[in-house]
């Protein structure tokens, strides 16, 4: 079975700007969350996403959006970036009871550097 | 709510034993253990459920204190792919969001 997918790996912007990143779970499974790792704060947990609905939010800005698509595969969306938007996020994926009793499955991560 | 970590990192010899405790100030429904080695995405150790159903790898082993909101994490006779930081992860009791420690960074010197 492939494992989570993220694209892309690496990712330059510059203040000011908008970044969409792309996730794709492991078939079979609904439930997606997005995290942001960085070495001041941790790892940090976002939202997560089942059958297309936002299930649960983390503490973060509503510049931090995201969808589900019907497929399970997952987008999320920074927008009017700031230097501190700077870190390693990471999708992972799990079976439709969420990641609340379930192991979670992470991707690579996508490396966000913003300018 | 973030739970905290102890230690924030150990350094042992292959074969050496160590354990590793999150603790937590509120009641917890689950605990999840997840490693990360440099560069790589974490992985899943265990999940240690309210009530005391664990979810998890054999070779894992790992406790949840309900009354005092602790777990601990036992890596017996390391190995040098045990190297790793070592995040735990809580949910609250009626909560849905999964708040990671600060992790420990475990090093296995040969």
């Known amino acids: 079975k492939a494992g989570v997918t993220q694209t892309p790996r690496y990712l330059i912007k510059t203040r000011g700007q908008q970044v969409t990143l792309s996730c794709s779970p492991i078939?079979?499974?609904?439930?997606v969350s997005w995290y942001q790792q960085t070495p001041g704060q941790g790892l940090q947990f976002l939202f997560e996403?089942?059958?297309?609905?936002?299930?649960n939010k983390g503490n973060f800005p509503g510049r931090f959006s995201g969808r589900q698509f019907s497929n399970s595969r997952s987008e999320m969306n920074v927008s009017t970036l700031e230097l501190g938007d700077s870190a390693l996020y990471l999708c992972?994926?799990?079976?439709?009871?969420?990641?609340?009793?379930?192991?979670?499955?992470f991707g690579p991560g996508t490396r966000l550097t913003v300018l | 709510q973030q739970p905290v970590q102890s230690p924030q990192a150990v350094i042992l010899r292959e074969g050496e034993d160590a354990v590793i405790n999150c603790s937590s100030s509120k009641a917890l429904y689950s605990v999840h253990w997840y490693r990360q080695k440099h560069g790589e995405a974490p992985v899943f150790l265990m999940i240690?459920?309210?009530?005391?159903e664990q979810k998890g790898h054999e070779k894992i082993s790992a406790s949840f204190n309900e009354k005092k909101q602790q777990s601990s994490l036992y890596l017996t006779a390391s190995q040098l792919s045990y190297s790793g930081t070592y995040f735990c992860g809580t949910i609250i009791q009626g909560a849905q969001k999964l708040v990671f420690g600060q992790g420990t960074r475990l090093t296995i010197n040969p």
């Open positions: 078939s079979g499974h609904r439930s």
């Open positions: 996403y089942f059958s297309e609905t936002q299930r």
């Open positions: 240690l459920l309210k009530g005391g």
């Open positions: 992972a994926s799990s079976l439709g009871g969420g990641f609340r009793d379930n192991e979670q499955f």
